[in-house]
């Protein structure tokens, strides 16, 4: 079985998040899915199917070491990349068939972009306290202006809004109490943010942690970007809409990465797109037979 791996969120090698693609020819079990994700280590491992379900539209399957996924970001930009530089050269639009339904892609300006399902919001956060201890932060480091809740483009994500750069930089996360957090309320990645950025051109910053088994942090996270991107959008974090601006993660990694927001506000409610480049690694046949 063919195989390439390509790092995503970033125009350079040994940067961004790196992700497994395979071209997978059918015949696979679930169980089979999944013990290659493992195998293969990374945060995300997809599987594309090379027969188009229409002209343009490709079914993709996203494992975790732990799980299959009904969405994340950065394996469907790099699975888009992956068909248009190996199975349909050139291609410049995708439809990506997912578990949480079709995700059109497009190319723009060497960059890939999804539209992301509209967000979903839970309830604010009321003890905020709580919050800031997740991240080894006091209550005082969350921005006292906005609020902490859930948002979610098809991954749900806590989103924590902080005041400045020095907080995100000193997030730790007590993995016992998230634990027992996400028992408590159900799923969903840690995911603070502020204005402000290492990076000069970059308008915020985030950090993003998860509980998937040996990886507690993500260096580049599309489906929390499109969370976050919802967010702004609610609240009027960047003084309303239209914005396009640009994102840092995974500086604190050592693997930077950047994400482009696009959100705004119509008659038909919050709009999301979030892009960013992918850059091939290596490519190789995966054998098959014990």
């Known amino acids: 079985m063919r195989f390439h791996y390509l790092d995503v969120f970033t125009d350079r ?29 990374f945060s995300e491992t997809t599987f594309i199917d090379p027969t188009p379900e229409a002209p343009g539209r490709y079914r993709v399957r996203i494992f975790s070491p732990d799980r299959e996924l009904p ?37 723009e300006s060497g960059k890939w972009f999804m539209d992301q399902n509209p967000p979903t919001f839970g309830p604010p ?38 005041r400045h750069r020095e907080a995100l930089d000193r997030c730790r996360v007590d993995h016992r109490a998230y634990a027992e957090w996400l028992k408590e309320f159900g799923l969903a990645n840690l995911a603070p943010f502020c204005r ?28 929390a970007a499109g969370n976050l991107t919802g967010y702004l959008v609610e609240h009027e974090v960047l003084g309303g809409t239209p914005f396009d601006v640009l994102l840092s993660q995974g500086d604190q990694m050592g693997r930077p990465s950047r994400l482009q927001l696009q959100g705004r506000r119509d008659s038909g409610g919050i709009r999301i797109r979030v892009g960013g480049a992918a850059v091939p690694m290596c490519s190789g046949d995966w054998p098959l037979s014990p």
Do not use: W
């Not at 090698?13 to 994700?37: M, T």
């Not at 950065?74 to 410049?92: C, E």
């Not at 402000?196 to 489906?223: I, K, M, N």
């Open 13 to 41: 090698r040994y940067a961004g998040n790196p992700l497994a693609v395979f071209i997978d020819e059918g015949g696979l079990s679930d169980h089979e899915h999944q013990s290659i994700a493992r195998e293969v280590g």
């Open 71 to 107: 969405f994340a970001g950065h394996p469907t930009l790099g699975s888009a990349d992956a068909i248009a530089r190996f199975l349909v050269p050139g291609v410049d639009r995708l439809v990506l068939s997912l578990g949480v339904g079709p995700i059109p892609v497009v190319r």
């Open 125 to 162: 956060v009321a003890n905020r306290a709580r919050v800031a201890s997740l991240l080894g932060l006091d209550d005082g480091d969350l921005d006292p202006a906005l609020p902490v809740h859930t948002s979610s483009t098809g991954l749900p994500s806590l989103v924590i809004p902080l």
């Open 196 to 223: 402000g950025s290492v990076d000069q051109s970059c308008t915020l910053s985030t950090r993003v942690f998860v509980d998937d088994t040996g990886f507690y942090e993500d260096p580049a996270t599309g489906s």
